[in-house]
């Protein structure tokens, strides 16, 4: 240990060697050429760890970039023994090569050990060729996916069509009925007019909103949207059931997002018409409605003053067709919420609620600034960026 003790204390002195160029017998020719080839090994040995560093930073998410880092560190403690290789022919820095060497081999052994246990890992790495079948069929996949979707969408509009048409005909039949015949006919036989007429109404409304949601996200031509202006217009169309509850209504300053006009209308349209219809008997709604910056994204929340939702409920709301309550005592399909999750699922957002039963509900809606859905990612996306 007092060997290793006066070696570092002795670190940086040079008394006890002569320069080399005073060991042996140098010829300018030998000297220059070793001291040229030494500063030459040691300038490409420090551009090497550059070279991987920029490769680390510019291919984010890079596979075994712990590698990278050690392969890094041993290169440019290599090119630091010839650059002190180079020094020495002045400086005498025996003490200090040594240790340079001593710590390029304690890297170089780590650097093998590292190799050795992720061999397994590197060789299941794709190359560029098998990269290339799996662009291929994924670009097939989403091929049929679209034709697919555009097949559903034309077969949606279609069937809302061939049903809607039926269904106003059995509605314009039996209001002819009950206004031809409606002394003929008895207080039993109206009821069955009306509780028909009520079934076809809610039929019709059911088709309205699965062609609704049907097409969600179905448009990518997007654009600047003022989420201030959307409100302003969900709330002139809400107005009935806001002046009939006396409900208030407040909107704290929201963003402007680039993304689809109806898509984001029908989002707040369906969480404000929530908010109006689970009310609480005798208490009018209050509903506020916020937006928080969070640097690469914004989080909405909407909260009511209603009837709150049980905690075992929070995923189910959000299923299409499901509902807590029954038709007498709340309206409506059971797709709303369904669209919101949707919408907010293809934007790569989240969507989500906090609720007290007899409180009140708080929804959280996170829409990302930048929005790319995957049809984006498709038309825009190469299977190798760089930046």
Not at 304 to 312: M, V
Request: proline share 3%; aromatic share 12%.
């Amino acid at each position: 240990m007092e060997e290793v003790y006066k070696f570092f204390q002795r670190l940086t002195d040079v008394s006890d060697w002569p320069p080399r160029w005073l060991c042996g017998r140098w010829t300018d020719f030998h000297g220059w050429l070793y001291i040229l080839s030494d500063l030459t090994i040691w300038l490409a040995y420090m551009a090497i760890p550059l070279i991987l560093i920029r490769f680390i930073f510019v291919k984010k998410g890079v596979p075994l970039s712990g590698v990278f880092v050690l392969f890094g560190a041993f290169i440019l403690l290599c090119g630091l023994t010839h650059l002190l290789d180079a020094v020495m022919f002045w400086w005498p820095a025996y003490r200090i090569n040594a240790l340079i060497r001593f710590l390029t081999a304690g890297v170089s052994i780590a650097t093998v050990i590292a190799l050795i246990r992720y061999f397994d890992e590197a060789v299941g790495l794709r190359t560029s060729g098998e990269y290339d079948r799996e662009l291929a069929f994924r670009q097939q996949a989403m091929q049929e996916l679209s034709r697919s979707n555009e097949e559903l969408q034309q077969f949606a509009y279609i069937a809302s069509h061939d049903l809607q048409s039926p269904l106003k005909t059995i509605v314009n039949y039996l209001s002819l009925l009950e206004n031809k015949h409606q002394q003929q006919l008895d207080p039993e036989a109206l009821k069955l007019i009306h509780v028909s007429t009520a079934a076809a109404e809610r039929m019709r409304v059911l088709i309205h909103d699965l062609l609704d949601f049907s097409r969600v996200g179905t448009e990518i031509d997007f654009e600047q949207v003022d989420l201030n202006e959307v409100l302003a217009e969900v709330v002139e169309d809400q107005q009935t059931e806001i002046r009939s509850t006396g409900a208030t209504i407040d909107i704290g300053p929201l963003p402007a997002i680039r993304a689809h006009r109806t898509d984001l209308k029908q989002v707040f349209q369906n969480l404000l018409s929530n908010g109006l219809k689970y009310r609480r008997t005798g208490v009018a709604p209050h509903i506020q409605i916020r937006a928080v910056d969070e640097g690469n994204q914004f989080r909405f929340t909407v909260r009511d003053n209603g009837i709150g939702i049980e905690a075992k409920y929070y995923d189910r709301v959000f299923q299409i067709f499901q509902r807590l309550h029954g038709r007498n005592e709340y309206p409506g399909t059971g797709i709303g919420l369904a669209t919101c999750k949707k919408v907010i699922d293809i934007y790569g957002g989240q969507i989500g609620l906090d609720s007290t039963v007899g409180v009140g509900t708080t929804f959280f809606v996170v829409i990302p600034k930048v929005i790319k859905t995957s049809q984006h990612y498709a038309q825009a996306h190469s299977l190798y960026p760089t930046h």
